[in-house]
């Protein structure tokens, strides 16, 4: 049986954040990973897919570290000027995407800068279950502990369902025109959201949860780049 072609698809990597939990001297996607940056490996998810049509990153405007980078160089990956929030950003890649000569209908993924060890599986079985999607969706995974709901005194207030729980990770995959009106809708009525979905959420769409991998990781805290460079050893686990 002949697998369907997978959809073509621009990214946008919002890269202007500080990361101070990791208590570096520098962003934490400039810190090193087996001898790269954190965000060379994160490009490097995508620059190699056969229907990858172009990548932004949004990057602050005072930031040194990218211009040294040699994928800042690269024809495929565009600037874009990084905002004060994550939706700012990325509504910034947005914008430089349709600049290039993307449209409202075309498929964005939006993907965590910090985030360098999504799977190729992972990524062509997002593009392969929401290609025909009315709505898109994200990479998640289910809740695996017992949960606890915690008051402000730091006592368990109950212990909460983990079955319908989702553990929301990226890329997130959305049409360009849909992402780019619940972000601005969002911001317009001042409402906080901390991902691309929570923007489909508050605008009154279903986004879906596809299932990935657990150590798709989000480099956070200086235990998560050890365990990476751990698991690793002499690259990427496929």
């Not at 498929?107 to 999607?133: F, G, K, T, Y």
């Not at 994200?138 to 109950?158: C, F, M, N, W």
Request: with cysteine; charged share 25%; proline share 7%.
């Amino acid at each position: 049986m002949t697998r369907r072609p997978l959809p073509s698809f621009w990214v946008v990597i919002p890269a202007a954040g500080v990361g101070s939990r990791m208590r570096a001297d520098r962003p934490k996607q400039y810190l090193q990973l087996g001898g790269r940056s954190i965000i060379e490996h994160t490009l490097d998810c995508f620059l190699d897919h056969p229907t990858l049509a172009g990548v932004t990153v949004c990057i602050a405007p005072n930031d040194p570290y990218w211009p040294n980078l040699p994928c800042a160089g690269d024809p495929r990956v565009q600037r874009a000027p990084g905002g004060r929030e994550r939706c700012d950003s990325v509504l910034n890649g947005l914008r430089r995407l349709s600049e290039l000569g993307a449209n409202g209908h075309d498929w964005v993924l939006v993907h965590d800068a910090a985030r360098p060890n999504l799977a190729r599986e992972d990524l062509d079985r997002l593009l392969l279950e929401l290609a025909d999607d009315s709505v898109g969706g994200l990479l998640a995974v289910p809740a695996r502990d017992t949960l606890k709901r915690v008051g402000l005194d730091g006592r368990v207030v109950e212990t909460v369902d983990r079955s319908v729980i989702w553990q929301a990770f990226t890329p997130q995959m959305f049409r360009l025109g849909m992402l780019r009106d619940a972000l601005v809708g969002a911001l317009d009525a001042a409402v906080r959201v901390t991902d691309e979905a929570s923007a489909l959420e508050w605008a009154g769409h279903a986004p879906k949860v596809v299932e990935g991998r657990a150590d798709n990781l989000k480099v956070t805290r200086p235990e998560d780049l050890d365990w990476l460079e751990q698991r690793w050893g002499g690259g990427r686990v496929e």
